[in-house]
């Protein structure tokens, strides 16, 4: 069974370009869930989403969204890049109507490094 | 809001020998579910344990287990037999309504 795969998993911006990261689920998972990693910060929702629709957001401005398709794949795009934006982001999908409430184990992917100069 | 605190940066443990890493968190919800997370260097992100805050009794995985206690708002998890390769960042983790909360994270380094 394929796990969670994200794509790029390297990537380099400067300022004020935009970026977009993919996530493909575990085959049968329908929530996926995205993280920023950075030092000293541990890990910072940023949204989730459950059949396409986004059921929770985090404390991000704007410039990052996010979307997800009928093949629960999913999309994050971050708009405007600033160096603060440098981080590992993370997806994680998971199984069960309730999504990534209660018992609902997460399964990340490897993450995509972005690196904004 | 919901909050999760890992107070140890950093922590290491001779191997074969026990380790305790710290986790409190703060929520007024009832139901709810307290995981452990570990990340190795440059691998996935993966499950260690899991515990069920109705659930009186402390989750055990092998050498992992936890001492949950619910009214001190406290998760911390234990290590036994340390081995080399639970060199990792672990991070404690909230789960509420449609969100996952992650604390900060502890590095530990298993040394020989």
């Known amino acids: 069974k394929a796990g969670v795969t994200q794509t790029p998993r390297y990537l380099i911006k400067t300022r004020g370009q935009q970026v977009t990261l993919s996530c493909s689920p575990i085959?049968?998972?329908?929530?996926v869930s995205w993280y920023q990693q950075t030092p000293g910060q541990g890990l910072q929702f940023l949204f989730e989403?459950?059949?396409?629709?986004?059921?929770n957001k985090g404390n991000f401005p704007g410039r990052f969204s996010g979307r997800q398709f009928s093949n629960s794949r999913s999309e994050m795009n971050v708009s405007t890049l600033e160096l603060g934006d440098s981080a590992l982001y993370l997806c994680?999908?998971?199984?069960?109507?309730?999504?990534?409430?209660?018992?609902?184990?997460?399964?990340f992917g490897a993450g995509s490094r972005l690196t904004v100069l | 809001a919901q909050t999760v605190t890992q107070s140890q940066p950093e922590m290491s443990v001779q191997e074969a020998e026990t380790v305790t890493l710290s986790c409190t968190y703060d929520?007024?919800?009832?139901?709810?579910?307290l995981f452990w997370y570990k990340q190795p260097p440059s691998r996935q992100m993966i499950l260690v344990i899991r515990?069920?805050?109705?659930?009186?009794q402390n989750a055990t995985e092998n050498r992992f287990s936890v001492n949950f206690q619910k009214a001190a708002k406290s998760f911390s998890l234990k290590i036994s037999d340390s081995q080399l390769g639970d060199t990792a960042m672990y991070f404690c983790?909230?789960?509420?309504?449609?969100?996952?909360?992650f604390g900060t994270g502890t590095r530990l380094k298993v040394l020989a």
């Open positions: 983790a909230f789960s509420g309504t449609y969100k996952y909360i």
């Open positions: 515990q069920e805050a109705y659930k009186q």
């Open positions: 085959s049968g998972h329908r929530s």
């Open positions: 929520t007024s919800e009832n139901n709810y579910y």
């Open positions: 989403y459950f059949s396409e629709t986004q059921r």
């Open positions: 994680a999908s998971s199984s069960g109507g309730g999504g990534i409430s209660g018992a609902n184990v997460l399964t």
